[in-house]
T-cell receptor
Framework: DGGITQSPKYLFRKEGQNVTLSCEQN?????MYWYRQDPGQGLRLIYY???????QKGDIAEGYSVSREKKESFPLTVTSAQKNPTAFYLC?????????????FGQGTRLTVV | GQQLNQSPQSMFIQEGEDVSMNCTSS?????WLWYKQEPGEGPVLLIA?????ELTSNGRLTAQFGITRKDSFLNISASIPSDVGIYFC?????????????????FGQGTILTVHP
């Protein structure tokens, strides 16, 4: 089945450590996105990528890094520079460009700093 | 960046009632999307709108792309308990840079819907 997969579902990190969240899609989508969701709030864009080897900062990119070496994969690294990393992280993908632009989401990763 | 205002923030209704929520933007969007999110899960796409004035239905859900391209609404008719969740609008703005088209989704803050049996 086609879809977008995030792993792990739950992740615990010690303060001062970097951690990488995985996002893989087999929908042949060009565009991929990372969002952060805090309790009771909407989704805020961290980074997005329209094509392989290209990505753009979103509204809250500080303390995060991404790579887009393959079309199927868009991993997000939460660095120690991110002051408040505990949140629910959502990855999405879409066909991209000016065509059909629905974005489909993964199940999310809940990151907790301990 | 674009600002999206979604209202109301929350709704408490009785089963069988109709629901209406809307989003307004400070700038024009090319696409409007409506999602539903259940606790601990990713948002699921409900309806996509591509043209100003477009009115689209999906079962008991109806959404419209405003004529000005700066607003959209979602209606749910005859609500049922499983309609409970957070509903998000999202707008997509397309821009060109260096010969490449870019687009990003901007989300509203969400409407928390509670349905009492």
């Amino acid at each position: 089945d086609g879809g977008i997969t995030q792993s792990p579902k739950y992740l615990f990190r010690k303060e001062g450590q970097n951690v990488t969240l995985s996002c893989e899609q087999n929908l042949n989508h060009d565009a991929m996105y990372w969002y952060r969701q805090d309790p009771g709030q909407g989704l805020r864009l961290i980074y997005y990528s329209q094509i392989v080897n290209d990505f753009q900062k979103g509204d809250i990119a500080e303390g995060y890094s991404v790579s887009r070496e393959k079309k199927e994969s868009f991993p997000l690294t939460v660095t120690s520079a991110q002051k408040n990393p505990t949140a629910f992280y959502l990855c999405a993908s879409s066909i991209g460009g000016q065509g059909n632009t629905e974005a489909f989401f993964g199940q999310g990763t809940r990151l907790t700093v301990v | 960046g674009q600002q999206l205002n979604q209202s109301p923030q929350s709704m408490f209704i009785q089963e069988g009632e109709d629901v209406s929520m809307n989003c307004t933007s400070s700038s024009i969007f090319n696409t409007w999307l409506w999602y539903k999110q259940e606790p601990g899960e990713g948002p699921v796409l409900l309806i996509a709108l591509y043209k100003a004035g477009e009115l689209t239905s999906n079962g008991r859900l109806t959404a419209q792309f405003g004529i000005t391209r700066k607003d959209s609404f979602l209606n749910i008719s005859a609500s049922i308990p499983s309609d409970v969740g957070i509903y998000f609008c999202a707008g997509r703005h397309v821009y060109n840079a260096g010969g490449t088209s870019y687009g990003k989704l901007t989300f509203g803050q969400g409407t928390i819907l509670t349905v009492h049996p």
